[in-house]
């Protein structure tokens, strides 16, 4: 059975820094597109940033894009997004999520991935 826990989150001040951690517990983690998404307080959940499974190739929000890093170590199954430069708007509960067979034109679709962290917060002040 496939499992993700995540990292704790944690608050921080505008222009701060954190790395969330997502551990895959189950198969290897290179057989999965892995991806993170958010929820803000009382908004839809929004695509953060996923790296597929082949060649690991990465895909942005344009919200995060030069800020955000997602990256994987495959010897310890872990899938991390180190966060710079956040910003208030970045609050949110953070999600990791794997799948296999995600296509390309799905990266960004929540619906693509079979299986789900528990959530962590991250908030940021102003």
């Known amino acids: 059975q496939v499992q993700l826990v995540q990292s704790w989150g944690g608050s921080v001040q505008a222009g701060g820094s954190l790395r969330l951690s997502c551990v895959v517990s189950?198969?290897?983690?290179?057989?999965?597109?892995t991806a993170w998404f958010l929820q803000a307080p009382g908004k839809e959940g929004d695509f953060v940033a996923a790296?597929?499974?082949?060649?690991?190739?990465?895909y942005y929000s344009d919200s995060v894009k030069g800020r955000f890093t997602i990256s994987r170590d495959n010897a310890k199954n872990t899938v991390f997004l180190s966060m710079n430069d956040l910003k208030p708007d970045d609050t949110a509960i953070y999600y990791c999520?794997?799948?296999?067979?995600?296509?390309?034109?799905?990266?960004?679709?929540?619906?693509?991935?079979?299986?789900w962290g528990q959530g962590t917060q991250v908030t940021v002040s102003a």
């Open positions: 999520a794997a799948g296999m067979g995600v296509i390309l034109s799905n990266v960004r679709n929540g619906g693509a991935y079979n299986y």
């Open positions: 189950g198969r290897s983690l290179r057989a999965y597109t």
């Open positions: 790296m597929r499974a082949s060649r690991g190739h990465t």
